[in-house]
């Protein structure tokens, strides 16, 4: 199983603010990594795959980087809707696993 | 549009069973591997089961194997779960979920129900 960690657990930040997500884990996973954002009370929506694709109707302030255990989830100008948490997800190896979330707040 | 609409969580005790169901539309159901994806109250994301677009193939976290059994009847257009001795720690939101490509499985979801609550306590 392929560990994963997101850091921070807990992000808060002001509309406008351009913000960093960090995922890493704990082998090397080329970029078979996928970004979700859920909102309080809602399913998760697909964001981002292999590390730096766009989902369809993402808007482009959301990005994504990284390769082989370090990854990273930038906002650019956080706007109020963006306000939720935020997971990483490997789909190199069965099972596919999650990062705990980070929340992101406002300050 | 896709829908993915999950019905059949409850209450169940201790060692008791519960099927779950995920009616789907919006697109070509068994052209898609489909998963139940399920979340612990206030906890993370956790992967439960998949099964193949035609059936033939199926996939557990070892967390359920041996107890919770996935099936889909293409004709219905319908993902099952059928979920046995179940546990305090299968306590969750379960999630129908449908995987990115088509006639593959690329393991990464880019649809999600809104998740039937699944409860277990005596």
């Known amino acids: 199983v392929i560990w994963m960690t997101q850091s921070p657990s807990l992000l808060s930040a002001s509309t406008g603010d351009s913000v960093n997500i960090s995922c890493r884990l704990s082998?090397?996973?080329?970029?078979?990594l996928a970004w979700y954002q859920q909102k309080p009370g809602k399913a998760p929506d697909l964001l981002i795959y292999?590390?730096?694709t766009l989902q369809n109707g993402v808007p482009s302030r959301f990005s994504g980087s990284g390769s082989g255990t370090d990854f990273t989830l930038t906002i650019s100008s956080l706007q109020s809707e963006d306000f939720a948490t935020y997971y990483c997800?490997?789909?190199?190896?069965?099972?596919?696993?999650f990062g705990q979330g980070t929340r992101v707040e406002t300050k | 549009e896709v829908h993915l609409v999950e019905s059949g969580g409850g209450l169940v005790q201790p060692g008791g069973s519960l099927r779950l169901l995920c009616s789907a539309s919006?697109?070509?159901?068994?052209?898609?591997?489909m998963y139940w994806v399920r979340q612990g109250p206030g906890k993370g994301l956790e992967y439960v089961a998949g099964?193949?677009?035609?059936?033939?193939?199926?996939y557990y976290a070892d967390s359920v194997k041996g107890r919770f059994i996935i099936s889909r009847d293409n004709s219905k257009n319908t993902l099952y779960l059928q979920m046995s001795s179940l546990r305090a720690e299968d306590t969750a939101l379960y999630y129908c979920?449908?995987?990115?490509?088509?006639?593959?499985?690329?393991?990464?979801?880019?649809?999600w129900g809104q998740g039937t609550l699944v409860t277990v306590s005596s």
């Open positions: 997800q490997q789909y190199y190896s069965f099972p596919p696993t």
């Open positions: 979920v449908k995987d990115d490509r088509m006639r593959a499985t690329d393991w990464f979801f880019d649809y």
């Open positions: 919006g697109f070509t159901f068994s052209s898609y591997t």
């Open positions: 292999g590390a730096s």
């Open positions: 099964i193949s677009g035609d059936g033939g193939s199926t």
């Open positions: 082998q090397g996973i080329s970029t078979y």
